[in-house]
């Protein structure tokens, strides 16, 4: 396939998740909601269950307001809204990580309102390098396996996990590579997303496949350097209407921090001979460099930076979702690591309920003529 049928691919994945559920559910494959962030998709995919990605959508909300406040992360009330009007029919089970406050809450009011769809808790330890913790994440990851065995009836097994580890960590080696190439050829920042985005509404093996083609058709096309490189760094960067004012405005995105985007991509599952499952709680336990990973010397600052100059961007964008707590305390020292290391910075409040970027566009039209 040539890139622009390649990219009406990914934009036609990432924009009708509901149309690929009911593909999978009409292949008589069995689908399991998966809530950010790090929940095992691994373990979803080895029992022979499509692991699909729920991030709430820009959408408003109503009946979810019933059960939260209004301040709270528009993701977690999205994604209950979608719950309760019935968008997730069909599947057999979400399961949702422990890995912020909001997070927590999510989990205990999806029980009482979308009964319907059984909640599987994936609860992460806070130390999660310790043996202690390794071992804590190899627990809770065991209750998933049975509430998943409890909830669709399919059985898990080692062998077909060290299989699925392997099919992930060749999908995230196809993602880190794409990102490389995309940051040097033409595409623009509504593209790239769609290829991220597409991943959570696939099997990881189908994705793959097309990720790589489009990366080999772009390595043969020119390179492009005309643009303002920068990071972008957050939850989110899915608003169609906030990336084209990046490509309106020449501003190029060359590298990610983003969580549903390569935050993912960036820890393979180690080898660990005939213990996959071990492995699997080692991956965890190797992850860092984001917000929901505990770490009191915040070394995602320094990270961040390093990637900017890397990439040689101008600066680091922070797409922050409103009511992130986690997020929100590490602005402060991504600014001053960026000031003190001469990239500029700029941050841009996002929300799943926000359809009006005038005033981001003018932040992003100031940083491009600074640059
Ligand atoms: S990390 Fe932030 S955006 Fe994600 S669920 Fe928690 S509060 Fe919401």
Redesign the pocket.
């Known amino acids: 396939m040539a890139i622009d049928e390649l990219l009406a691919r990914f934009h036609e994945v990432a924009v009708s998740p509901r149309k690929q559920l009911d593909s999978y559910l009409a292949q008589g494959k069995k689908v399991v909601a998966c809530a ?2 790090y929940t095992p998709e691994e373990i979803i995919h080895s029992m022979g269950l499509v692991p699909m990605g729920v991030w709430g959508a820009e959408m408003e909300v109503s009946e979810a307001k019933k059960y939260y406040p209004a301040f709270i ?1 528009s ?2 009330q999205t994604v209950l809204e979608l719950g309760i009007t019935g968008k997730y029919k069909g599947v057999s089970a979400i399961v949702i990580p422990s ?2 406050d ?2 927590k809450s999510l989990g205990q009011n999806w029980k009482y309102a979308v009964p319907d769809i059984p909640f599987i808790p994936m609860t992460y330890p806070q130390n999660r390098k310790p043996d202690y913790g390794i071992k804590f994440t190899r627990a809770g990851y065991e209750r998933v396996i049975s509430d998943l065995e409890v909830a669709t009836g399919a059985k898990f097994s080692e062998v077909a996990l060290a299989n699925s580890n392997r099919i992930y960590n060749e999908h995230n080696a196809a993602m880190r590579e794409f990102a490389k190439v995309a940051a040097d050829h033409k595409i623009s920042a509504a593209q790239r997303n769609d290829v991220f985005k597409s991943a959570w509404f696939m099997l990881k093996e189908e994705h793959t496949a097309l990720v790589r083609q489009l990366t080999e058709e772009l390595k043969k096309a020119p390179a492009e350097d005309e643009k303002v490189r920068v990071v972008v760094s957050g ?1 989110l960067a899915d608003s169609p209407s906030l990336l084209n004012i990046f490509d309106k405005n020449g501003i190029k995105i060359v590298a990610d921090d983003v ?1 549903q985007e390569s935050r993912q991509y960036r820890t393979d599952v180690p080898e660990m001979d005939s213990r996959p499952l071990d492995a699997l709680a080692q991956k965890f336990a190797d992850m860092d460099n984001c ?2 990973l505990y770490d009191r010397d915040k070394k995602r600052v320094g990270y961040l930076v390093e990637l900017a100059k890397k990439h040689n961007a101008e600066g680091v964008i922070v797409l922050m ?1 409103k ?5 929100e305390f590490d602005y402060v020292p991504i600014k001053r690591a960026c000031e003190a290391a001469g990239l500029k910075h700029l941050n841009i409040e996002v929300d799943c309920q926000m359809v009006d970027y005038e005033q981001a566009g003018t932040m992003l039209q100031a940083f491009k003529e600074m640059a």
């Open positions: 950010p962030v992360c993701v977690m890995l912020c909001s997070l939850i969580a917000t929901l979702t009511f992130c707590d986690p997020e």
